[in-house]
């Protein structure tokens, strides 16, 4: 960050931030549907390389100016976004289908894709008093975006040995171009012990969405006007205990993808298509937070709940052939809802002068519904997640660090008009983190980790234990950490994961890195002034 005076009441500040990626993969997927009596419906299996290049550069200046009378002020502020990501993708691809004669569908090709937004903003903002304690805020807001989305595809020719044949039913060039005008009006109130804002306003979206796909254009201009309104305070209760509440009430536009006309074929087994009519989505969303905590004790308990109930949002519409391959589209849905809760307490003890113990306990619930259509048949599911978790923290002199630590998790689903009626699985965490600064200078760190899931299907190891260690050495006035450190000594480590969606229920495991050795130097910054 830079921030410089320009005068005794005018500052500058400008935070620049660039960002270069260069990213290798290669993934293998394979998958087998079958019907509830076991008859095969589909097969699929593919092999993808891709070499990503990626770009982002962001920049923010403002420009504040304050007034000679007190609490008056003004704030200019303008910001640029710029990203790009190009891939180069070779995939090879089979798929196979057996409830109808469907010919095959086999692919060997190379993808270019090429995507990049250009952003840019001004925000305004003005403050004038009422009094020492209640001021109003007038502030407008603009956002010109540039986005663009495209990607070609090449058959691979035989005869010619090379990816020459260029394939228009998988290749396309989105754009969305468009401006976003904010106009907010706010008002304040701040005491010793009650702090409040209010603020409205509507934002105009102004955008056009074009395609060219298949030797054809579809252009679709759209002006979308969004209201909000935000309401926060703050109540301080005493020395350590204090109230948060929030409500706001927002609309949005659709995304792109949501509003493409044509079918994107780009996978044989789900072919989607947007929506040019989709409405945007209206929100209503609550936030509560109670605390009671000493900082300097660093202990105490807190509660939190809150959540968003939707009038109108987005949802998909599918349908499945005989061979159960996804038509899917977007639509919007009515009064939908997710919530969240939990609470935690936390208390340190002093065993002896110079040896603590922390202990941090909690319990966390939430939850969520989602509507669709599936085969014409709208849909409901309702999961909620809950459970505890655990931490101890052994400090021996600042000389030696033990914290196991525990979590558990469940997971519910019920589903209505659906083909399950619920879904259910737990997890177990459990880890043991120890750290050592003996002999003077060197860092020893170990962590065990144990996680287990219930319900992972047959060919999938339900549990693994991770294990890494590490050495360190400080020097330069230990300015300077120089660190070894051995991941997954014990060769377990695997990503398999459950996902519940609305229409599905899938195990996914990746091929990851085990059994690797990372060396890394870290230089401490003490002071840093510019």
Same mark, same amino acid.
Do not use: C
């Given at each position: 960050?830079?921030?410089? *005076?320009?005068?005794? @009441?005018?500052?500058?500040?400008?935070?620049?931030?660039?960002?270069?990626?260069?990213?290798?993969?290669?993934?293998?997927?394979?998958?087998?549907?079958?019907?509830?009596?076991?008859?095969?419906?589909?097969?699929?299996? @593919?092999?993808?390389?891709?070499?990503?290049?990626? $770009?982002?550069?962001?920049?923010?200046?403002?420009?504040?100016?304050?007034?000679?009378?007190?609490?008056?002020?003004?704030?200019?502020?303008?910001?640029?976004?710029?990203?790009?990501?190009?891939?180069?993708?070779?995939?090879? @691809?089979?798929?196979?289908?057996?409830?109808?004669?469907?010919?095959?569908?086999?692919?060997?090709?190379?993808?270019?894709?090429?995507?990049?937004?250009?952003?840019?903003?001004?925000?305004?903002?003005?403050? %004038?008093?009422?009094?020492?304690?209640?001021?109003?805020?007038?502030?407008?807001?603009?956002?010109?975006?540039?986005?663009?989305?495209?990607?070609?595809?090449?058959? !691979?020719?035989?005869?010619?040995?090379? $990816?020459?044949?260029?394939?228009?039913?998988?290749?396309?060039?989105?754009?969305?171009?468009?401006?976003?005008?904010?106009?907010?009006?706010?008002?304040?109130?701040?005491?010793?012990?009650?702090?409040?804002?209010?603020?409205?306003?509507?934002?105009?979206?102004?955008?056009?969405?074009?395609?060219? &796909?298949?030797?054809?254009?579809?252009?679709?201009?759209?002006?979308?006007?969004?209201?909000?309104?935000?309401?926060?305070?703050?109540? /301080?209760?005493?020395?350590?205990?204090?109230?948060?509440?929030?409500?706001?009430?927002?609309?949005?536009?659709?995304?792109?993808?949501?509003?493409?006309?044509? %079918?994107?074929?780009?996978?044989?087994?789900?072919?989607?298509?947007?929506?040019?009519?989709?409405?945007?989505?209206?929100?209503?969303?609550? &936030?509560?937070?109670?605390?009671?905590?000493?900082?300097?004790?660093? @202990?105490?308990?807190?509660?939190?709940?809150?959540?968003?109930?939707?009038?109108?949002?987005?949802?998909?519409?599918?349908?499945?052939?005989?061979?159960?391959?996804?038509?899917?589209?977007?639509?919007?849905?009515?009064?939908?809802?997710?919530?969240?809760?939990? +609470?935690?307490?936390?208390?340190?003890?002093?065993?002896?002068?110079?040896?603590?113990?922390? +202990?941090?306990?909690?319990?966390? !619930?939430?939850?969520?519904?989602?509507?669709?259509?599936?085969?014409?048949?709208?849909?409901?599911?309702?999961?909620?997640?809950?459970?505890?978790?655990?931490?101890?923290?052994?400090?021996?002199?600042?000389?030696?660090?033990? /914290?196991?630590?525990?979590?558990?998790?469940?997971?519910?689903?019920? &589903?209505?008009?659906?083909?399950?009626?619920?879904?259910? !699985?737990?997890?177990?965490?459990?880890?043991?983190?120890?750290?050592?600064?003996?002999?003077?200078?060197?860092?020893?760190?170990?962590?065990?980790?144990?996680?287990?899931?219930?319900?992972?299907?047959?060919?999938?190891?339900?549990?693994?234990?991770?294990?890494?260690?590490?050495?360190?050495?400080?020097?330069?006035? %230990?300015?300077?950490?120089?660190?070894?450190?051995? $991941?997954?000594?014990?060769?377990?480590?695997?990503?398999?994961?459950?996902?519940?969606?609305?229409?599905?229920?899938?195990?996914? *495991?990746?091929?990851?890195?085990?059994?690797?050795?990372? !060396?890394?130097?870290?230089?401490?910054?003490?002071?840093?002034?510019?």
């Amino acid at each position: 960050d830079i921030e410089m *005076e320009l005068d005794t @009441s005018t500052t500058l500040t400008i935070v620049p931030s660039l960002k270069r990626g260069i990213n290798f993969s290669r993934t293998e997927n394979t998958s087998d549907t079958k019907n509830v009596f076991g008859a095969d419906l589909n097969q699929s299996k @593919s092999t993808n390389i891709s070499n990503i290049d990626s $770009y982002n550069f962001q920049n923010e200046l403002l420009i504040a100016h304050r007034f000679k009378k007190k609490g008056r002020s003004i704030s200019v502020g303008f910001g640029n976004k710029n990203t790009k990501n190009e891939t180069n993708q070779l995939k090879n @691809s089979e798929a196979y289908f057996f409830q109808t004669q469907a010919v095959p569908d086999i692919r060997n090709q190379q993808i270019n894709s090429n995507n990049h937004t250009d952003e840019y903003t001004l925000n305004v903002i003005y403050r %004038e008093p009422i009094n020492n304690q209640q001021s109003l805020t007038f502030s407008y807001g603009s956002v010109f975006t540039n986005e663009f989305d495209g990607r070609g595809t090449y058959d !691979f020719n035989e005869i010619n040995n090379s $990816y020459s044949d260029y394939s228009t039913t998988l290749s396309y060039a989105n754009r969305l171009k468009g401006t976003k005008t904010s106009p907010k009006v706010g008002y304040q109130i701040n005491t010793e012990k009650v702090w409040l804002s209010l603020s409205a306003g509507t934002s105009i979206n102004n955008y056009d969405v074009s395609s060219s &796909y298949n030797n054809n254009l579809y252009l679709n201009n759209r002006l979308d006007v969004l209201p909000e309104l935000d309401l926060s305070t703050s109540i /301080q209760m005493g020395k350590n205990r204090s109230i948060y509440v929030n409500y706001s009430y927002n609309e949005r536009s659709p995304y792109l993808y949501q509003l493409l006309e044509y %079918e994107d074929l780009s996978s044989p087994l789900y072919i989607s298509k947007g929506n040019k009519d989709l409405k945007t989505t209206q929100e209503h969303s609550m &936030y509560l937070s109670f605390r009671d905590y000493d900082w300097q004790s660093r @202990s105490g308990y807190y509660f939190y709940g809150g959540g968003s109930y939707n009038l109108r949002s987005t949802g998909t519409d599918q349908a499945y052939d005989a061979n159960f391959v996804t038509q899917s589209t977007y639509v919007n849905v009515n009064d939908t809802y997710n919530f969240w809760s939990g +609470v935690n307490y936390s208390k340190s003890f002093n065993l002896t002068d110079k040896n603590k113990l922390s +202990v941090s306990a909690g319990y966390n !619930f939430s939850g969520n519904t989602s509507k669709g259509i599936l085969n014409d048949i709208l849909f409901t599911t309702l999961t909620t997640r809950m459970g505890p978790d655990l931490k101890l923290t052994l400090d021996f002199d600042k000389k030696l660090t033990l /914290q196991p630590t525990y979590q558990y998790t469940m997971v519910h689903t019920n &589903y209505k008009n659906f083909s399950l009626s619920e879904a259910n !699985f737990f997890t177990h965490k459990l880890g043991f983190m120890a750290t050592s600064y003996l002999p003077k200078n060197f860092v020893i760190g170990s962590d065990i980790n144990y996680n287990y899931n219930s319900n992972i299907s047959d060919g999938f190891k339900k549990d693994f234990l991770l294990w890494n260690a590490s050495l360190g050495y400080n020097f330069f006035s %230990e300015r300077l950490l120089a660190k070894v450190k051995m $991941y997954d000594i014990l060769n377990q480590n695997q990503s398999v994961r459950r996902t519940t969606t609305p229409t599905s229920i899938y195990d996914t *495991e990746d091929i990851i890195l085990k059994q690797y050795v990372m !060396f890394s130097l870290t230089y401490k910054l003490e002071k840093f002034a510019g």
